[in-house]
């Protein structure tokens, strides 16, 4: 495993790949569904336009933040769990607000590449309620399968009712199975439940080979937030209460031995934080 910082800049600026590690026994794969713009004033509303001036890495010809779209297989011999599902098979284009673009579809293919098919998923974990995590299972895709999603969250599941989310939350409930905090819900797969970004966010901290992955869901949407845990998201329900919890979560990943995967952190989608040296604190990691 090694860091890679030479094209760091190009990658900031481009959707993932599929990309894997390997921690012991388990495998974990990022499963690309597609990508999204963003616009970084108003997706990190705490930030300026000399603070993005300074960090062109970060941004598009057109001035977006791009991010990831996708989600996280996690596989244990025979045995496959997935985190997440994209947007599924759409594209939206927004004329206001921090979202510009969004596609999807990519995820079945994604994962016939990797050597799975939707009916080798054993269960569906969610971070939280957001379309963006929820396409897939809104399909028939996954209907073989377990829908996991924290109990807090399930339970406030109106707040989507009430964002026009209604069909989204009545194609979920069949499947859904609720989990509680500290819950191992896969070999090696633990949930925490970290509310802040949603009511019931959760953050899935995978262990094996004497190292951890934290799969930290939208506690983070850009690498620039691991130098400044203070810039919530527009997206956030509880700003507050998400900067305190990124703050926690930067000095974690900062501990040895320790991988943070960041869904939409465009192609450093894997990776960890060193603070204190020259360049950005999140430095890509990959096998």
């Not at 509880?238 to 930067?250: F, I, S």
């Amino acid at each position: 495993m090694a860091d890679v910082t030479t094209d760091q800049g190009e990658r900031l600026r481009r959707p993932s790949g599929i990309r894997s590690i390997r921690l012991g026994e388990l495998k974990v794969s990022y499963v690309p569904d597609g990508d999204a713009r963003l616009r970084p004033l108003q997706v990190l509303p705490d930030t300026t336009d000399e603070v993005w001036a300074a960090h062109p890495e970060y941004l598009d010809a057109a001035g977006h933040l791009v991010v990831s779209v996708g989600a996280l297989l996690v596989e244990h011999g025979d045995r496959a769990l997935l985190i997440d599902t994209g947007i599924g098979p759409q594209t939206l284009q927004v004329p206001d607000g921090p979202l510009a673009t969004i596609r999807g579809g990519a995820l079945p293919q994604s994962l016939a590449e990797l050597g799975r098919a939707p009916e080798d998923v054993e269960a569906v974990a969610f971070t939280h309620l957001h379309a963006d995590h929820l396409g897939w299972a809104c399909e028939p895709t996954f209907a073989h399968a377990d829908y996991l999603i924290s109990e807090p969250e399930w339970e406030g599941r109106d707040i989507l009712a009430a964002q026009g989310m209604t069909e989204q939350v009545a194609a979920l409930a069949p499947h859904v199975r609720t989990i509680a905090d500290g819950q191992e819900i896969f070999p090696g797969v633990r949930v925490r439940i970290t509310p802040g970004h949603t009511v019931g966010h959760a953050e899935y901290v995978i262990t094996g080979g004497g190292r951890r992955l934290i799969a930290f869901g939208d506690a983070m949407h850009s690498p620039i937030q691991a130098d400044h845990p203070e810039w919530s998201a527009g997206f956030d329900h509880d700003t507050a209460r998400t900067a305190d919890h990124r703050h926690r979560l930067v000095a974690e990943l900062a501990e040895p031995g320790t991988i943070g995967f960041g869904v939409h952190f465009a192609d450093v989608v894997f990776g960890h934080v060193r603070p204190g040296g020259t360049g950005p604190a999140w430095r890509p990691v990959d096998a």
